[in-house]
DNA sequence: GCCGTCAATACGTTCG
DNA sequence: CGAACGTATTGACGGC
């Protein structure tokens, strides 16, 4: 049996994992020796190699499973209890689920050999920890959705006050802007802000408004020219 | 394989 | 301090 500094991950598992992978400080590595290979008809054969790193199954750090699956005898079968896997067990499971989410059938039944549990129980605890894992992203998803929508509220808000304020401010505007407001010509829609297409009717009065401004300055610089001569 | 659900267990909190 | 209760985690199952 390895111990824990020497472990060299030889997991291949069909997972495109090849070789002696380093080992990180306080980095737990599966220390499975599963290799599949792929015949070229496409059919995986299992390899089991080096079977014999594979005995510890003690809960070395105070586990609390009542009774390890290895242990259960025949007259056993019958009974319901749910088992606790080992931490090694776990940790193993979980090691391979971060690098494959679902194993083959061929892979289920190495992996449940090398941890002397049944297939089915490796089958269940990828189904549970897929489930599961969706469920957390669900609600990380979820979460930052919530986030989105918060924000935008926000900015919304913050929008519609300015128009606001950008309205209070032009009631004291110009007076062609108050001539324009009488004519009721920029419409602006009170629940989008988008300014309104103005009528046939509105559009002379402006033409009118226009015209007369343009007259009043056209009088103004004739006043100032003469003034300055 | 996924989903919903149940059930066993661990763990935290409250209360007398 | 220990019983009672609530909650989270997780192994297992059946239905689809």
């Not at 920890?129 to 509220?153: I, P």
């Not at 009721?184 to 009118?208: D, V």
Request: with cysteine.
């Amino acid at each position: 049996m390895e111990d824990d500094e020497t472990c060299i991950t030889n997991l291949s598992l069909g997972l495109g994992m090849r070789g002696h992978v380093p080992k990180k400080e306080n980095q737990r590595v599966p220390c499975l020796n599963l290799t599949f290979h792929l015949s070229p008809k496409g059919e995986e054969a299992i390899h089991m190699v080096d079977q014999q790193q594979r005995d510890d199954h003690h809960d070395k750090a105070k586990g609390f499973c009542l009774k390890h699956p290895n242990e259960i005898s025949p007259d056993d079968s019958n009974n319901r209890k749910k088992l606790k896997l080992t931490k090694e067990q776990s940790a193993t499971l979980e090691d391979i689920f971060k690098l494959h989410t679902t194993l083959n059938p061929a892979q289920k039944q190495a992996l449940a050999e090398q941890l002397n549990l049944k297939h089915r129980q490796v089958e269940v605890w990828f189904q549970n920890r897929r489930a599961r894992t969706k469920l957390k992203q669900t609600e990380v998803d979820r979460e930052f959705l919530k986030k989105c929508y918060e924000k935008l509220t926000n900015e919304n808000l913050r929008l519609k006050r300015e128009l606001q304020e950008l309205r209070a401010q032009n009631i004291g505007a110009t007076p062609m802007y108050i001539q324009l407001s009488k004519a009721k010509t920029l419409s602006i829609c009170s629940s989008c802000g988008e300014l309104l297409k103005p009528s046939e009717e509105n559009k002379a009065t402006i033409s009118k408004v226009i015209r007369n401004s343009k007259h009043k300055l056209q009088t103004k610089v004739g006043l100032e020219g003469i003034m300055n001569s």
